[in-house]
């Protein structure tokens, strides 16, 4: 399994862009499926992008695309999210998620092996 730490959260204003990004240690020489996850106010988990370390596969949940970018860096440790455009419906607390293996077709936090502590993102109006 892997460890993974978020950061970058924060509050700004509608219209705002932020960066979040993950960093994961331990059994990082596997190929897992890296996601990033994210819990609206009274909402259930919901997938926000996925990419797959192995062949870079990347996917995005359609509330979000357009408006975000994954990315990995080169030693495949550090996963990023781009986000521009940010609404205040966008606030909640996001997480960093892996799976060991490869990203499906659909992102479910049901099936994600390990997680981070979360880092909240606030957009005011």
């Known amino acids: 399994q892997v460890q993974l730490m978020e950061s970058g959260g924060g509050s700004v204003q509608a219209g705002d862009s932020l960066a979040l990004t993950c960093v994961a240690s331990g059994d990082t020489g596997s190929n897992y499926c890296m996601a990033w996850f994210r819990q609206l106010p009274g909402k259930e988990r919901e997938g926000v992008a996925g990419i797959s370390t192995g062949s870079g596969r990347i996917i995005y949940d359609d509330s979000v695309k357009g408006r975000v970018t994954i990315s990995l860096d080169n030693a495949k440790t550090t996963m990023h999210l781009q986000m521009v455009s940010l609404k205040p419906e966008d606030t909640g607390v996001y997480y960093c998620?892996?799976?060991?293996?490869?990203?499906?077709?659909?992102?479910?936090?049901?099936?994600?092996?390990?997680w981070g502590k979360g880092a909240a993102v606030t957009i005011s109006s």
């Open positions: 998620a892996a799976l060991r293996g490869y990203c499906s077709s659909l992102l479910r936090y049901q099936w994600m092996d390990s």
